[in-house]
T-cell receptor, first 111, second 115 residues
Framework: GESVGLHLPTLSVQEGDNSIINCAYS??????FIWYKQESGKGPQFIID?????DKRQGQRVTVLLNKTVKHLSLQIAATQPGDSAVYFC??????????FGQGTRLTINP | NAGVTQTPKFQVLKTGQSMTLQCAQD?????MSWYRQDPGMGLRLIHY???????DQGEVPNGYNVSRSTTEDFPLRLLSAAPSQTSVYFC??????????????FGPGTRLLVL
Protein backbone atom coordinates (compact mmCIF):
# COMPACT_ATOMS: atom_id res chain seq x y z
CA GLY A 1 0.00 0.00 0.00
CA GLU A 2 0.88 3.66 -0.07
CA SER A 3 3.78 4.55 2.19
CA VAL A 4 3.76 8.32 1.71
CA GLY A 5 0.85 10.70 1.97
CA LEU A 6 0.23 14.41 1.83
CA HIS A 7 -1.77 16.25 4.45
CA LEU A 8 -3.72 18.69 2.28
CA PRO A 9 -4.98 18.26 -1.28
CA THR A 10 -4.99 22.03 -1.93
CA LEU A 11 -3.10 25.07 -0.69
CA SER A 12 -3.65 28.71 -1.59
CA VAL A 13 -1.08 31.38 -0.81
CA GLN A 14 -0.55 35.02 -1.65
CA GLU A 15 2.13 35.84 -4.16
CA GLY A 16 5.32 36.66 -2.29
CA ASP A 17 4.42 34.63 0.81
CA ASN A 18 6.15 31.42 1.79
CA SER A 19 4.47 28.08 1.06
CA ILE A 20 4.78 24.96 3.17
CA ILE A 21 3.65 21.61 1.82
CA ASN A 22 3.65 18.64 4.16
CA CYS A 23 4.03 14.91 3.69
CA ALA A 24 4.02 11.94 6.04
CA TYR A 25 5.43 8.48 5.59
CA SER A 26 4.83 5.23 7.37
CA UNK A 27 8.02 3.19 7.08
CA UNK A 28 10.69 4.19 9.56
CA UNK A 29 13.28 2.44 7.37
CA UNK A 30 12.58 4.77 4.44
CA UNK A 31 15.74 6.65 3.64
CA UNK A 32 15.40 8.65 0.43
CA PHE A 33 12.69 11.14 -0.45
CA ILE A 34 12.12 13.36 -3.44
CA TRP A 35 9.83 16.30 -4.06
CA TYR A 36 8.35 16.69 -7.55
CA LYS A 37 6.48 19.52 -9.23
CA GLN A 38 3.91 18.66 -11.88
CA GLU A 39 2.46 21.33 -14.11
CA SER A 40 -0.72 20.73 -16.05
CA GLY A 41 -0.25 18.32 -18.94
CA LYS A 42 3.35 17.52 -18.08
CA GLY A 43 5.30 14.81 -16.34
CA PRO A 44 6.78 15.27 -12.84
CA GLN A 45 9.80 17.53 -12.53
CA PHE A 46 12.46 16.96 -9.87
CA ILE A 47 12.68 19.75 -7.28
CA ILE A 48 14.85 18.53 -4.43
CA ASP A 49 15.73 15.34 -2.60
CA UNK A 50 16.84 14.37 0.88
CA UNK A 51 18.30 11.29 2.47
CA UNK A 52 17.61 10.11 5.99
CA UNK A 53 21.09 11.09 7.20
CA UNK A 54 20.05 14.74 6.82
CA ASP A 55 17.42 16.89 8.55
CA LYS A 56 17.42 19.75 6.10
CA ARG A 57 18.45 20.47 2.56
CA GLN A 58 18.24 23.77 0.71
CA GLY A 59 18.01 24.62 -2.94
CA GLN A 60 17.13 27.72 -4.84
CA ARG A 61 14.07 29.15 -2.99
CA VAL A 62 13.20 25.67 -1.73
CA THR A 63 13.98 23.87 1.51
CA VAL A 64 13.10 20.33 2.47
CA LEU A 65 12.90 19.36 6.14
CA LEU A 66 12.88 15.78 7.34
CA ASN A 67 11.71 14.81 10.82
CA LYS A 68 12.46 11.14 11.26
CA THR A 69 11.02 11.04 14.77
CA VAL A 70 7.48 11.72 13.55
CA LYS A 71 8.10 10.46 9.98
CA HIS A 72 7.25 13.76 8.38
CA LEU A 73 8.81 15.88 5.66
CA SER A 74 7.95 19.29 4.32
CA LEU A 75 8.72 21.41 1.30
CA GLN A 76 9.09 25.12 1.87
CA ILE A 77 8.97 27.50 -1.08
CA ALA A 78 10.16 31.02 -0.33
CA ALA A 79 8.61 34.10 -1.91
CA THR A 80 6.06 32.12 -3.90
CA GLN A 81 5.67 33.20 -7.51
CA PRO A 82 2.91 32.59 -10.08
CA GLY A 83 5.16 30.07 -11.80
CA ASP A 84 5.09 27.93 -8.67
CA SER A 85 1.45 27.04 -9.32
CA ALA A 86 1.40 23.28 -9.80
CA VAL A 87 0.74 20.00 -8.04
CA TYR A 88 3.53 18.98 -5.68
CA PHE A 89 4.26 15.37 -4.80
CA CYS A 90 6.52 13.81 -2.26
CA UNK A 91 7.86 10.41 -3.27
CA UNK A 92 9.96 7.74 -1.66
CA UNK A 93 12.74 6.43 -3.85
CA UNK A 94 13.11 2.70 -3.20
CA UNK A 95 15.93 2.43 -5.73
CA UNK A 96 16.13 1.37 -9.37
CA UNK A 97 13.39 3.79 -10.44
CA UNK A 98 10.90 2.45 -7.94
CA UNK A 99 9.15 5.57 -6.74
CA UNK A 100 6.18 5.57 -4.38
CA PHE A 101 4.25 8.83 -4.72
CA GLY A 102 1.90 10.56 -2.33
CA GLN A 103 -1.39 11.96 -3.61
CA GLY A 104 -0.21 15.50 -4.22
CA THR A 105 -1.01 19.03 -3.10
CA ARG A 106 -2.26 21.57 -5.61
CA LEU A 107 -0.63 24.93 -4.90
CA THR A 108 -2.55 27.99 -6.08
CA ILE A 109 -1.00 31.45 -6.02
CA ASN A 110 -3.28 34.41 -5.39
CA PRO A 111 -2.19 37.77 -6.86
CA ASN B 1 19.01 14.12 -27.54
CA ALA B 2 15.27 13.76 -27.77
CA GLY B 3 15.04 12.59 -24.14
CA VAL B 4 12.11 10.30 -23.34
CA THR B 5 9.47 10.09 -26.03
CA GLN B 6 6.05 8.51 -25.72
CA THR B 7 3.54 7.66 -28.40
CA PRO B 8 0.69 8.11 -28.86
CA LYS B 9 -0.23 11.27 -26.92
CA PHE B 10 -3.90 10.34 -26.82
CA GLN B 11 -5.76 7.11 -27.41
CA VAL B 12 -9.36 5.96 -27.13
CA LEU B 13 -10.01 2.23 -26.86
CA LYS B 14 -13.05 0.07 -26.52
CA THR B 15 -13.23 -2.46 -23.73
CA GLY B 16 -11.42 -5.64 -24.72
CA GLN B 17 -9.16 -4.04 -27.31
CA SER B 18 -5.41 -4.38 -27.04
CA MET B 19 -2.74 -1.80 -27.69
CA THR B 20 0.88 -0.95 -27.05
CA LEU B 21 2.11 2.30 -25.55
CA GLN B 22 5.54 3.12 -26.86
CA CYS B 23 8.40 4.60 -24.84
CA ALA B 24 11.88 5.32 -26.14
CA GLN B 25 14.94 7.10 -24.81
CA ASP B 26 18.15 8.01 -26.57
CA UNK B 27 20.32 8.64 -23.51
CA UNK B 28 21.55 5.05 -23.04
CA UNK B 29 19.81 4.85 -19.65
CA UNK B 30 19.75 1.47 -17.95
CA UNK B 31 16.62 2.10 -15.88
CA MET B 32 13.18 2.54 -17.42
CA SER B 33 9.77 2.41 -15.82
CA TRP B 34 6.07 2.89 -16.43
CA TYR B 35 3.67 4.75 -14.14
CA ARG B 36 -0.02 5.49 -14.31
CA GLN B 37 -1.63 8.57 -12.86
CA ASP B 38 -5.33 8.66 -12.08
CA PRO B 39 -7.18 11.97 -11.48
CA GLY B 40 -6.14 13.62 -8.23
CA MET B 41 -3.60 10.92 -7.48
CA GLY B 42 0.12 10.49 -7.51
CA LEU B 43 1.88 8.22 -9.94
CA ARG B 44 1.83 4.47 -9.33
CA LEU B 45 4.51 2.15 -10.63
CA ILE B 46 3.31 -0.48 -13.11
CA HIS B 47 6.51 -2.19 -14.30
CA TYR B 48 10.16 -1.32 -14.37
CA UNK B 49 13.38 -2.51 -15.96
CA UNK B 50 16.97 -2.24 -14.77
CA UNK B 51 18.42 -3.21 -18.15
CA UNK B 52 17.78 -4.92 -21.45
CA UNK B 53 16.17 -8.31 -20.94
CA UNK B 54 15.25 -7.59 -17.31
CA UNK B 55 11.80 -6.50 -16.15
CA ASP B 56 9.93 -6.63 -12.88
CA GLN B 57 6.54 -5.79 -11.49
CA GLY B 58 5.70 -2.62 -9.66
CA GLU B 59 2.75 -1.71 -7.50
CA VAL B 60 -0.07 -2.17 -10.07
CA PRO B 61 1.06 -4.65 -12.76
CA ASN B 62 -2.19 -6.51 -13.43
CA GLY B 63 -3.47 -6.12 -16.99
CA TYR B 64 -0.14 -4.90 -18.35
CA ASN B 65 2.84 -6.60 -19.96
CA VAL B 66 6.28 -5.21 -20.73
CA SER B 67 9.45 -6.31 -22.44
CA ARG B 68 12.89 -4.76 -22.77
CA SER B 69 14.60 -6.18 -25.83
CA THR B 70 16.79 -3.10 -26.32
CA THR B 71 18.19 -0.44 -24.03
CA GLU B 72 16.26 2.25 -25.88
CA ASP B 73 12.71 0.90 -25.90
CA PHE B 74 10.30 -0.15 -23.18
CA PRO B 75 6.80 -0.76 -24.59
CA LEU B 76 3.78 -1.25 -22.35
CA ARG B 77 1.10 -3.63 -23.61
CA LEU B 78 -2.54 -3.67 -22.60
CA LEU B 79 -3.80 -7.12 -23.50
CA SER B 80 -7.53 -6.52 -23.01
CA ALA B 81 -8.35 -2.94 -22.12
CA ALA B 82 -10.77 -2.22 -19.28
CA PRO B 83 -12.38 1.09 -18.22
CA SER B 84 -10.31 0.90 -15.01
CA GLN B 85 -7.22 1.42 -17.16
CA THR B 86 -8.35 4.87 -18.16
CA SER B 87 -5.46 7.00 -16.96
CA VAL B 88 -2.43 9.02 -17.95
CA TYR B 89 0.65 6.87 -18.46
CA PHE B 90 4.16 8.17 -17.89
CA CYS B 91 7.41 6.54 -18.88
CA UNK B 92 10.63 7.43 -17.08
CA UNK B 93 14.27 6.61 -17.52
CA UNK B 94 17.48 7.18 -15.63
CA UNK B 95 21.14 6.35 -15.61
CA UNK B 96 22.00 3.79 -12.96
CA UNK B 97 25.06 5.47 -11.60
CA UNK B 98 24.02 9.10 -11.55
CA UNK B 99 22.26 11.32 -9.06
CA UNK B 100 18.54 11.14 -9.70
CA UNK B 101 18.13 14.88 -10.20
CA UNK B 102 20.72 14.81 -12.93
CA UNK B 103 19.65 11.67 -14.71
CA UNK B 104 15.96 10.98 -14.31
CA UNK B 105 13.65 12.01 -17.11
CA PHE B 106 9.91 11.61 -17.46
CA GLY B 107 8.16 11.44 -20.79
CA PRO B 108 5.26 13.79 -21.65
CA GLY B 109 2.64 11.13 -20.97
CA THR B 110 -0.01 9.20 -22.90
CA ARG B 111 -3.63 9.91 -22.09
CA LEU B 112 -5.74 6.76 -22.46
CA LEU B 113 -9.53 6.53 -22.39
CA VAL B 114 -11.17 3.11 -22.35
CA LEU B 115 -14.87 3.10 -23.14
Amino acid sequence: GESVGLHLPTLSVQEGDNSIINCAYSNSASDYFIWYKQESGKGPQFIIDIRSNMDKRQGQRVTVLLNKTVKHLSLQIAATQPGDSAVYFCAENKGAQKLVFGQGTRLTINP
Amino acid sequence: NAGVTQTPKFQVLKTGQSMTLQCAQDMNHEYMSWYRQDPGMGLRLIHYSVGAGITDQGEVPNGYNVSRSTTEDFPLRLLSAAPSQTSVYFCASSYRGGRIQETQYFGPGTRLLVL
